[in-house]
């Protein structure tokens, strides 16, 4: 997407007209134009100068912004970014203002002050009415001349037949002008004919005060809208003045200090306390805590050592860091964070369609209806002045404003909330969708849990020191290099525990390990391997199946003819996890695990973070066709981390990546959670309902206050209840109706995102459906398929499951395959007849042995 700036927007009908505009151009595919950054996204195959061309011949100026223009995002860009977001409204009209109310006064003072109040004036205008009307008109005149730029739009945008609130505010400011100039030359006729009758009632005919009240009262919501609209970027603005301007480098163990957009990739460069880290990298010496709160949210400094990765504009807080830069410019988190940010902000929401179309006629329709207001009282035998009054009150209540602002502010203000909290959402649209998710869909392995085994149980044998059991055990898997062996070692390091010297080490695949140690063989491995060299058990057995039950895999050790015990290692189910799952639940949601994982393995994890619905056993592409399914029963959100679960990410209709997932789910993921905390999903959830409460009020306040204010300033309720408004009040309500709207949209800021306490109210939405479904696994449904039972050997634990169900399913006919390394069995599911010798060498290629085929 390419991102412009747009210049002499001033409502939602200008913004409309551009994306019309750009719309039609010849290779643009989609046009999102923001009124309240003053940006427009195109995306296609147009070139720029052709977009730029095409919003020039609508009126308004175009240009594409500096990170477009330059490639990649340096400290440069992102300043460029920043002064983009500056407030350089507020000064200008406050200028503007002030000087329209000096001259305001002294009219006010000669227009009301003196006919209304008997206020005294000098001798000189004693009597003489011509004179105070050639001051009034004087006094307007500089009013307008001040305020002209209303008049520039207004009428430019009325001859390139696209009015919008300038032309409003233009036209009835023109028309009181007009009409009282008319009025004043009529006086001067009366008084050279001695109609002293005629003077005083031209007198009364003067509307000059409305003419100047009118621009004044509309600059002063114009500015109050300004101010308003500049804090919604506060957000985005924060972030940009996080990013770091100089990075100390070190250079033949020199330090030189640079601007960080000399930083390249591979440079190593120092950190000291109290310093922000410049770029992306990996601590290559020293230790610290950094406080990443900029980035995550997370106000608890995080420790830092050798082979840690570090974020730029996080704040080093305690030892020096030396760090080898892996991410400079467009690449660090930060750049990629302010550019989602800006994006979001770039792009619409799908319930600004709504307010869009309306402010695409809402203009041309009001002045239908001041024009029609203005006959039907002429006709109905009320004065030219009492019409016009009526017609101009029309021109100046209305506000398309209003209508135009009341997505995106509230989008803008609910993505810096989100982004405050670590929770990223890419698009608007995404921040609408994520609080209709009626289903969550949870990946394993990364997002329920840490991703990492860990040593949850140590059992040692009667009479075995629990030390002796870990030491022996951190001896012998020292060696290996599989995931289990690498949580052992973890956990021994962690007692700082010394391991004896091993030789003749040797793993046998699907079954374990052995080696000689000081004092005799050592063995280690599953249940089936240890048992058939030493003497186990039936509580020892017993206690296997419990634990694998529960989600483990033990590994047992032995020594000669000795058992030793069994340490048990699981993928740890995260802190927040259950308490997670309860939220989404309590909102209303439906949540659901889909794992890779075998049934029980999964369903053991599932229980741990209080999830009833699982899917197990199914492949990166299966999660896609499952996720396809789900969406015909209510709107998905899948949450994951991995590579595999990018298919699934896209389908879903909100994906969530894991902020500490890959690139390419992230990438392919609508919403991305910094902290990696699954509290953050019903988090965003509730930040998206309360965004699109919001958006709902402000769209009812913006039609309302039409829907009401357009009738009563046409007087329709002047013959019922004698109701009548003056111009001047509706220029003031005018100008008062987008600044609400604004300031209400400004009040999310106080929304508390992880405030559960309102969650369980909404659970009656869908309780009924919620009874039917629940304890139920998607199962596909058995038609005539072949299935065969395999009988294998030397599986010990899920990831042998899934070498050998990855075998399997790459056969040519085979649907599917259920593993199970407890059964020793796999449940092969057939599209069309496989000889068993296929099967068994697909199986018996990846080291484990197929003892029978049914």
Known sequence: MKQYTVTGMSCAACSARVEKAVSKVDGVSACSVSLLTNSMGVEGDADSASVIRAVEEAGYGA?????????????????????????????????RLFSSIGFLIVLMYFSMGHMMFGWPLPAFFEGNHVAMGLVQLLLTIMIMVINQKFFISGFKSL???????????????????LYSTYALFAMTDAQVKGDMTGVMKYMDEFYFESAAMILTLIT????????????????????????????????????????????????????KPGENIPVDGIVVRGSSAVNEAALTGESIPVDKAEGDEVSAATINQSGVLTCEAVRVGEDTALSRIIQMVSDAAATKAPIARIADKVSGIFVPAVIVIAAVTFLVWILAGQSFGYALARAISVLVISCPCALGLATPV???????????????????????????????????????????????????????????????????????????????????????????????????????LLGRGRDGLLTGGSFAYISSKIPLSADTEEKVKQLAGEGKTPLLFGLDNQFLGMIAVADVVKEDSMEAVKELTDMG????????????????????????????????DGKEQVVRSLKEEGRVAMAGDGINDAPALTRADVGIAIGAGTDVAIDAADVVLMKSSLKDIPAAVRLSRATLRNIHENLFWAFIYNIIGIPLAAGVWIPLFHW??????????????????????????????????????????????????????????????????MKIEGMMCGHCEAAVKKALEAVEGVESALVSHEKGSAEVTLTKEVADDVLKKAVEDKDYKVTAID
Request: hydrophobic share 40%.
């Open 724 to 789: 009548q408004l003056n111009p001047m009040f509706g220029a003031a309500a005018m100008s008062l109706s987008s600044f609400c709207v604004v300031t209400n949209a400004l009040r999310l800021n106080l929304f508390k995102v992880y405030d559960s306490s309102h969650d369980g109210k909404q659970k009656g939405r869908r309780q009924a459906a919620e009874e039917s479904i629940k304890n139920k696994n998607i199962k596909k449904e058995e038609g005539n398929e072949m299935k065969k039972t």
């Open 220 to 271: 002063v919501g114009k500015m109050l809208e300004a101010h308003s609209k500049g804090k919604t970027t506060d957000a985005l603005k924060g972030l940009m003045k996080l990013a770091p301007q100089k990075a100390v480098l070190l250079i033949g163990g020199e330090e030189k200090e640079v601007p960080v957009d000399q930083v390249k990739k591979g440079d190593l460069f120092l950190v």
């Open 63 to 95: 240009a594409l912004k500096e990170a477009d223009r330059e490639a990649g995002h340096n400290a440069e860009s992102i300043m460029e970014q920043e002064k983009a977001l500056e407030d350089k409204e507020t000064p200008k009209l406050k200028k």
């Open 159 to 177: 001859f390139h037949r696209a009015p919008n609130m300038d032309t409003l505010v233009a036209m009835g400011s023109s028309a009181a002008f």
């Open 589 to 620: 949601i439906r949540v659901i695990m889909l794992t890779g994982d075998n049934e029980r393995t999964a369903r053991a994890v599932a229980a741990r973070a209080g999830i009833t619905e699982v899917i197990a056993g199914v492949l990166p």
């Open 410 to 512: 509230a989008i803008m203000v609910g993505n810096g909330m989100g982004a405050r909290n670590g929770i990223l959402f890419k698009t608007a649209a995404s921040l609408e969708e994520t609080g209709k998710t009626e289903i969550v869909v949870l990946d394993k392995t990364g997002t329920i849990t840490k991703g990492e085994p860990r040593v949850t149980d140590i059992l040692p044998a009667e009479g075995v020191p629990e030390e002796r059991l870990l030491t022996l055990a951190y001896s012998l898997e020292k060696n290996s290099e599989h995931p289990l062996a690498g949580a052992v070692i973890a956990y021994a390091e962690e007692k700082q525990l010394r391991a004896e010297e091993v030789t003749g080490f040797q793993a046998l695949p699907g079954n374990g």
